[in-house]
């Protein structure tokens, strides 16, 4: 289990805000998902689904293969975390 705090961050208009990428929350205990009206980042915005996991930029199109991406590093941070823990 994952001992810290992770912060997901979405805009409100960008395609990554989906109810999937909420329903997040649920399985990975300690995420939090925070949708802001906007991140300043419009352009990107504008051309490809992003987000941000505790301050690091993910981006992928379609959305799909954002969720993917998002699921492969959340594992890895559990995965790191459990490795310490031992």
Same mark, same amino acid.
């Given at each position: 289990m994952y001992g810290g705090f992770i912060l997901l961050e979405v805009c409100d208009a960008n395609p990554? +805000?989906?109810s999937e990428l909420?329903? %997040? $929350?649920?399985e990975y205990p300690g995420l939090s998902v925070m949708e802001n009206s906007c991140m300043s980042e419009? $352009? %990107?915005?504008? +051309?490809?689904?992003y987000v941000f996991l505790n301050g690091e930029l993910l981006a992928a199109s379609p959305v799909e293969d954002l969720m993917l991406l998002i699921r492969s590093r959340l594992n890895q941070l559990f995965a790191d975390d459990t490795e310490t823990s031992m």
């Amino acid at each position: 289990m994952y001992g810290g705090f992770i912060l997901l961050e979405v805009c409100d208009a960008n395609p990554a +805000a989906t109810s999937e990428l909420y329903g %997040l $929350e649920n399985e990975y205990p300690g995420l939090s998902v925070m949708e802001n009206s906007c991140m300043s980042e419009c $352009e %990107l915005c504008a +051309a490809r689904p992003y987000v941000f996991l505790n301050g690091e930029l993910l981006a992928a199109s379609p959305v799909e293969d954002l969720m993917l991406l998002i699921r492969s590093r959340l594992n890895q941070l559990f995965a790191d975390d459990t490795e310490t823990s031992m």
